[in-house]
């Protein structure tokens, strides 16, 4: 169970554990989990939004990191500044299905599309 920003989540199974074999690598855990109201033994297995789960990282990150939202913050910064009239292309990659590889980034970066393929991050 893990308590963030004053919400409560209980997890399911783990999806991913990065085990390391030295003591300067990090541990990460990454969980599947539902909201709960709260840790009482009448909260916990009560689900807020059954229809809602989310993903619960749980990582070791030294003081001065940057956290996971950070560098996705600076990602998303970077597309909404990107021009693609300055870009060099790949002539080989010039059409995908009759349309310019330049025009198909353009509209994904002009409506922020790419927004859609990246998972969101809610809390650090």
Same mark, same amino acid.
């Given at each position: 169970?893990y *308590?963030v920003?004053g919400?409560?989540f *209980?997890?399911i199974k783990y999806?991913?554990?990065g085990r #390391?074999? =030295? !003591?300067?690598g990090r @541990?990460m855990?990454?969980w599947?989990?539902?909201e !709960? +109201?709260g840790?009482?033994e009448?909260?916990?297995g /009560?689900?807020k &939004?059954? #229809?809602?789960? =989310?993903? #619960?990282? +749980?990582v070791w990150l030294d003081?001065?990191?940057?956290?996971e /939202?950070? &560098?996705? &913050?600076?990602?998303?910064a970077?597309l $909404? +500044?990107? $021009? #693609?009239?300055h870009? /060099?292309w790949?002539? %080989? !990659?010039n059409?995908? $299905?009759g349309? %310019?590889?330049k025009?198909i !980034? $353009?509209h994904?970066?002009? %409506?922020?599309?790419?927004? *859609? =393929?990246? @998972?969101g991050?809610?809390?650090d």
């Amino acid at each position: 169970m893990y *308590q963030v920003d004053g919400r409560f989540f *209980q997890t399911i199974k783990y999806l991913f554990c990065g085990r #390391v074999l =030295y !003591i300067t690598g990090r @541990m990460m855990w990454v969980w599947e989990a539902v909201e !709960i +109201d709260g840790t009482s033994e009448e909260e916990i297995g /009560k689900e807020k &939004n059954k #229809v809602r789960c =989310y993903t #619960v990282k +749980d990582v070791w990150l030294d003081k001065d990191s940057y956290t996971e /939202k950070d &560098n996705l &913050n600076k990602i998303f910064a970077a597309l $909404n +500044d990107m $021009n #693609v009239d300055h870009c /060099k292309w790949d002539t %080989s !990659i010039n059409m995908i $299905n009759g349309e %310019s590889l330049k025009s198909i !980034i $353009n509209h994904v970066l002009c %409506s922020k599309q790419y927004n *859609q =393929y990246i @998972m969101g991050i809610k809390y650090d």
